[in-house]
């Protein structure tokens, strides 16, 4: 019922919310959280605050400046900010925007923000479906408005659920068949799944693709955000594990199994990956 009214009368409303210490130490929790429809030109600048934003236009226009760089905006995009750099926002004075809105925090954000810059996400962008977005933003409103005992809970996990997609709304590929680079990654990527066992360079991959070595590596890394090299000691180590939970073999001849000949450097590349060693992972996960 509220989420009808909210998007019906276009009421402003603003819910700050303090957390408790168990949010605090445990969860993503909303620090504020509204909707605000602005009557002329309104301009609002903050650095050094401990606090992600995150906002979608619904309607009206504006800019966002982030350090250097400034974005006109308008219906439809969504802003994504971390507040402990400068940025600022300001809304039209011919055509004041209607804003929806969520400063949240969480010892874990710092991880998710830092995973949104290596893979080069943008701060201001415009998806196809923007429902899923809004619709997160307005069940977390219901959620302050009726103030529930256990809400804290219930916006950590919708939360969760808009940094996931902010994360990885950029990330899905198309397969068109036009594009050709992104047919033959993900060819590569099948390739290396079938023969991750195998020893084969760089050069004898790209060979095999018709395809330049650097430019290879640095799409597939910007398609799957891992390298090469990397998702074959993960397929490697993954088969690893299979071995050592549902089969007898010896170490040393799972090691093999995997492709990798030299056991010390196979518990090296497993304990980095598992934090543990490949015998302790085997005794752990078979209750011995």
């Not at 994504?80 to 969480?106: I, K, M, N, R």
């Not at 959620?143 to 996990?157: F, P, S, T, W, Y």
């Not at 549902?246 to 010390?264: K, L, P």
Request: with cysteine.
């Amino acid at each position: 019922m509220f989420m009808a009214v909210i998007l019906q009368n276009d009421q402003i409303c603003r819910y700050i919310h303090t957390p408790s210490s168990f949010a605090r130490q445990n969860l993503l929790y909303i620090q504020e959280t509204g909707r605000l429809k602005s009557r002329d030109r309104h301009i609002s600048r903050r650095s050094h605050l401990e606090s992600y934003l995150f906002f979608i236009v619904l309607s009206g226009r504006g800019t966002v400046t982030i350090g250097k760089n400034l974005w006109e905006i308008g219906p439809g995009d969504h802003i994504f900010l971390d507040c402990q750099e400068p940025y600022a926002h300001e809304s039209s004075e011919d055509d004041p925007w209607t804003l929806l809105w969520v400063h949240f925090y969480g010892t874990a954000m710092s991880g998710y923000h830092a995973y949104f810059t290596r893979h080069q996400k943008a701060s201001v962008f415009h998806p196809d479906s923007p429902s899923d977005f809004q619709s997160i933003l307005e069940q977390i409103l219901i959620l302050e408005k009726n103030r529930a005992g256990n809400r804290e809970l219930l916006e950590n996990e919708l939360l969760h659920r808009l940094v996931t997609q902010i994360l990885t709304w950029q990330t899905e590929i198309p397969v068109k068949k036009e594009d050709n680079i992104t047919s033959k990654l993900l060819e590569i990527r099948g390739f290396l799944d079938e023969h991750f066992t195998e020893k084969i360079s760089l050069d004898e991959l790209a060979n095999l693709f018709y395809i330049s070595k650097y430019h290879m590596s640095r799409e597939f890394k910007k398609a799957f955000g891992i390298t090469v090299g990397s998702y074959v000691n993960s397929q490697r180590i993954t088969k690893a594990k299979e071995l050592l939970r549902f089969s007898d073999q010896q170490i040393e001849a799972i090691a093999r199994a995997c492709g990798i000949e030299d056991n010390s450097y196979f518990n090296k590349v497993f304990q980095k990956a598992e934090g543990i060693t490949a015998r302790e992972y085997r005794r752990k996960w078979r209750g011995q």
